[in-house]
């Protein structure tokens, strides 16, 4: 071929290219009846089956069965549609194409380079944000079960106490210290609230020794605390007082009167006759109220192991561990 037929043959290629898309590039045959997709100027894009490329017009069917026309003039690219459903190689080009150029590597995509790129940096970021969101959105735990439960123990109850510390009108003082143990559970609608042993404290109210002549010895005391087993804390209760009474000795009073006047009668009567029978037993009688009177009646005392009931005045309220 000589340089002119070259030349010639150069520009008639050159012209079918700028003439439209009746003539397919070299290596890149879209048949009709390829699915296709049409890059516009204006960035928009038509897809469909290719029915024809006219020179002015290139048609498409769409998968509602419509067709559509598109101008040559308005077309950037036509790609077909691989089997993925993404375009492949730019088919067409409508302006004329400049002399072929050695292939030169492209630059790669911000998101196909080496170190990731900025696109898989913020899909990243997003996808981190999305679990933040599911995460702040999602329901907060359950708080868990409190270990404890809250039960009252009504006023009027009585508690059972075995005294640990002895308590007597002669041997205690007011504002002595008194303890002592349960000695049965404090059970409240089935659920054991005190269990037995809890040790309780008070002090002592009343300490009145017996008289020589009246008066009875008199102790008297009540508890203000319940000391719960474990790291559960104090409990500060009110009960009703305890006393105790010393028993009267007016009988043995009498006797001890009546045995001295009787005694110095029968002296009196061997000494002197019946005058001195009845000196006898005044004098007697004399010497045993003396006795009386130098001796204190008796006293109240309440050893440790006594036991004793008290009442409480106030409700009391009890955590009871689950």
Known sequence: ???????????????????????QPAGLEIQNGTE????????????????????????????????????????RA????????????????????PPAAPD????????????????????????????????????PPAPPAPAYRVVQIP????????????????????????????????VIDGVEVVPAGTVVAGTVTQAERSGRVKGR??????????????????LPIRTAVIAREAEGTKKEDAAKIGGGAAAGAVIGGIVGGGDGAAKGA??????????????RGREVSLPAGTSVSARLLDPVVVRVPR
């Open 217 to 234: 010895a008199r102790v008297a005391f009540r508890f203000a605390m319940l000391d719960l087993p474990g790291e559960r804390p104090r």
């Open 155 to 186: 006023a009027g109850t009585v508690l059972p106490i075995a005294l640990r510390t002895a308590v007597g009108s002669a041997t205690s003082r007011v504002e002595d210290q008194v303890r002592g143990t349960l000695r049965r559970a404090i």
């Open 78 to 97: 036509l790609r077909a549609v691989t089997g993925g459903g993404s375009p492949s190689a730019r088919a067409e080009t409508p302006a004329p194409a």
């Open 282 to 295: 005044a004098i007697g009688g004399g010497a045993g109220t003396g006795v009386v009177l130098a001796t």
């Open 104 to 139: 030169a590597p492209s630059a790669p995509r911000p998101d196909e380079s080496g170190g990731g790129g900025p696109s898989r940096a913020a899909a990243a970021a997003d996808r981190t944000g999305a679990r933040a969101d599911e995460a702040a959105d999602a329901d």
């Open 36 to 75: 296709v997709s049409v890059e516009k100027h204006d960035g928009a894009a038509v897809a469909g089956r290719l029915v024809e490329v006219q020179p002015e017009t290139v048609i498409l069917e769409g998968t509602d069965g419509q067709r559509v026309r598109v101008p040559r003039a308005e077309i």
């Open 1 to 23: 071929m000589t340089g002119s037929a070259r030349i010639i043959g150069a520009l008639v290629a050159a012209a079918a290219l700028a003439g439209g898309c009746a003539r």
